[in-house]
């Protein structure tokens, strides 16, 4: 059964890019949201929004998350990192939370957050980890809703807003790594309503969809938009091997700006698989990455 407004859905993970547009986009939907964090006195923000409740806790506590499910109709898991700082956060992130999600889920819609190109066989720990935990949480909960964005962009996004941010340091034009990698952008309030809308039909219990934008594109070509809109330099493509060397020497950089897994991640691309059900069987039309991408940053400037 599809989840109807009012009822209320938990969100793990709610706090961060994505989840703060699908909580705004449940909220319009007239649902009833608790948000699980570890930072509260960040997120304070949040509570204009009159039927949402801010839980502290750990959500790799299942105690917590049993609790937190109590009288909740849906659970979505949005937790996610690029990076390990420590060996193991991988699986204990993307592998055993959706496990622990469903055991403490149980009868409830469940719907995790996992990405394009997720794959048990890739080379990158990153897409293999998301690979594991989409199949730990089938095991445990056949009819959980599995969504696989591409690369996400919109207000406050890791994407469009870091290469913004680093433009200007690079007037000769911006080196980027794997230039030649395909993604397929998608805008994040289309995220937010192809999430909202699985949750709440029926058809879509044990489904999986890839949520990519209309167009696939070059990182190069993404980057070198941003940059024409920006007034900067067009940025100059690495090739592979180049920007293998680089992710070596930056992985020994404080905060690891680029690693050889994230390397190898982009190297794999993000796009849907053809056919694949998507946003449009969500009834979403994804929008174009240039139009939206022209509003986003005159907002900025
Ligand atoms: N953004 C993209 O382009 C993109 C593309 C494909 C897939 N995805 C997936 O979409 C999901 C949401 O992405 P996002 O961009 O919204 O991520 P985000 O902004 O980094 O937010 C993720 C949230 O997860 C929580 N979190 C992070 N590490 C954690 C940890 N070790 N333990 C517990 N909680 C932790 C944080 O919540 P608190 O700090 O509030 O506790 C954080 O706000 C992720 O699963 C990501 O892999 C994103």
């Known amino acids: 059964m599809g989840v109807r407004p ?3 859905v938990v969100m793990l993970g709610g706090c961060g890019f994505v989840g703060r547009a699908l909580a705004r986009e449940l909220h ?3 649902y009833r949201l608790r ?3 570890r930072r509260p006195d960040r997120n304070r923000d949040l509570l204009v929004l009159p039927r949402l409740e801010l839980w502290e806790g750990d959500v790799h506590d299942e105690g917590f998350l049993r609790e937190a499910a109590r009288g909740a109709q849906a659970l979505v898991n949005l937790v996610g990192i690029l990076k390990e700082r420590a060996p193991g956060d991988f699986a204990r992130v993307h592998e055993e939370l959706p496990a622990r999600m469903a055991r403490s889920g149980r009868g409830l819609r469940l719907l995790q957050v996992s990405a394009a190109g997720a794959d048990a066989a890739s080379d990158s720990a990153y897409l293999r980890s998301k690979a594991r935990g989409e199949a730990r949480l089938r095991e445990l909960a056949p009819d959980a809703i599995i969504v696989r964005p591409s690369v996400i962009y919109g207000p406050g996004d890791h994407f469009v807003d870091r290469f913004r941010r680093l433009l200007p340091w690079a007037p000769w034009g911006l080196p980027v790594p794997l230039a030649e990698s395909p993604i397929a952008p998608v805008y994040v309030d289309d995220v937010a309503s192809g999430i909202a809308t699985a949750l709440a039909r029926t058809g879509a219990a044990g489904q999986g969809y890839g949520f ?3 167009e696939i594109l070059s990182l ?3 980057v070198a938009a941003i940059a024409t809109l920006c007034g900067r330099a067009r940025p100059r493509g690495l090739s592979a091997p180049t920007s293998l060397l680089l992710a070596r020497l930056l992985e020994y950089w404080p ?3 680029f690693s050889v897994d994230q390397w190898r991640t982009l190297r794999a ?3 849907c698989p053809e056919g694949a059900p998507g946003l449009p069987d969500l009834g979403v039309r994804p929008r ?3 139009e939206a991408l022209e509003a986003l940053v005159r907002g900025h400037a």
Do not use: E, N
Request: glycine share 24%; hydrophobic share 25%; with cysteine.
């Open 220 to 222: 190069g070509d993404t």
């Open 212 to 214: 990519c934008g209309p």
């Open 35 to 37: 948000l699980l964090t």
């Open 6 to 8: 009012g009822a209320c």
């Open 269 to 271: 691309g993000s796009v």
């Open 28 to 30: 319009a939907r007239g």
């Open 288 to 290: 174009p990455f240039r």
């Open 255 to 257: 905060g690891t700006p």
